[in-house]
């Protein structure tokens, strides 16, 4: 079953599984975005448009995801905001490069099937400066996590990887600098991360 199959079917549940227990983190790592001046943010894998309420409204956003599902969902919460969507695969952005201010990757790098391919084409189309932020679960370096490993044979077929080491990521990422790492979710395996490219 393809990803794009699987969400399509996740798009009318999705928020009931994922919504409350992400907003708080979702809340405080979009704090992180400038308030002020109107700038261009790219929201890779929006879904169904989670963050949408958190986001500063001077901004224009680009709302990205592989589903036209999800992006119905998220349409309809556009409220006001400056919100174009796309449809399209995170592994591969249809952007030129440095086209964003600040790209929001939240719980995307780690469903996708290709987390470093994510990783490096939110790195690409971000300006020199602009900051990445990246919400979603990942494993320590060293983590022997040996259920969720086991887990991850039938899940990254399906919805989403739990084996991904978001510091193997970086380290084939140079050109993102990591400025802060908090623990949110499930013990610490889910973490907001801010990054920045220089």
Same mark, same amino acid.
């Given at each position: 079953?393809?990803?794009?199959?699987?969400?399509?079917?996740?798009?009318?549940?999705?928020?009931?599984?994922?919504?409350? @227990?992400?907003?708080?983190?979702?809340?405080?790592?979009? !704090?992180?975005?400038?308030? /002020?001046?109107?700038? /261009?943010?790219?929201?890779?894998?929006?879904?169904?448009?989670?963050?949408?309420?958190?986001?500063?409204? $001077?901004?224009?956003?680009?709302?990205?995801?592989?589903?036209?599902?999800?992006?119905?969902?998220? !349409?309809?919460? +556009?409220?006001?905001?400056?919100?174009?969507?796309?449809?399209?695969?995170?592994?591969?952005?249809?952007?030129?490069?440095? +086209?964003?201010?600040?790209?929001? !990757?939240?719980?995307?790098? @780690?469903?996708?099937?290709?987390?470093?391919?994510?990783? +490096?084409?939110? @790195?690409?189309?971000?300006?020199?400066?602009? $900051?990445?932020?990246?919400?979603?679960?990942?494993?320590?370096?060293?983590?022997?996590?040996?259920?969720?490993?086991?887990?991850?044979?039938?899940?990254?077929?399906?919805?989403? +990887?739990?084996?991904?080491?978001?510091?193997?990521?970086?380290? /084939?990422?140079?050109?993102?600098?990591? /400025?802060?790492?908090?623990?949110?979710?499930?013990?610490?395996?889910?973490? $907001?991360?801010?990054?920045?490219? $220089?």
């Amino acid at each position: 079953m393809s990803l794009q199959h699987t969400y399509t079917l996740f798009a009318p549940v999705y928020d009931a599984l994922i919504e409350r @227990a992400s907003r708080p983190a979702r809340a405080r790592s979009l !704090a992180r975005l400038p308030a /002020e001046g109107v700038l /261009e943010i790219l929201l890779a894998g929006i879904g169904t448009g989670l963050d949408l309420p958190f986001l500063p409204p $001077s901004h224009r956003y680009t709302g990205l995801d592989l589903t036209a599902a999800m992006l119905r969902r998220a !349409a309809a919460r +556009r409220n006001g905001l400056d919100l174009a969507l796309a449809q399209g695969d995170c592994c591969a952005l249809p952007f030129p490069g440095a +086209r964003f201010d600040h790209v929001v !990757a939240h719980l995307i790098v @780690a469903v996708t099937p290709q987390p470093l391919a994510t990783l +490096r084409e939110a @790195a690409r189309v971000l300006k020199p400066g602009g $900051s990445l932020l990246v919400l979603d679960k990942f494993l320590r370096p060293g983590q022997a996590a040996p259920l969720r490993r086991t887990l991850n044979l039938l899940s990254r077929h399906v919805a989403t +990887r739990m084996d991904v080491v978001f510091e193997d990521l970086l380290a /084939e990422t140079p050109e993102l600098t990591l /400025e802060s790492d908090e623990p949110v979710l499930a013990g610490g395996w889910f973490r $907001s991360l801010k990054l920045v490219k $220089s």
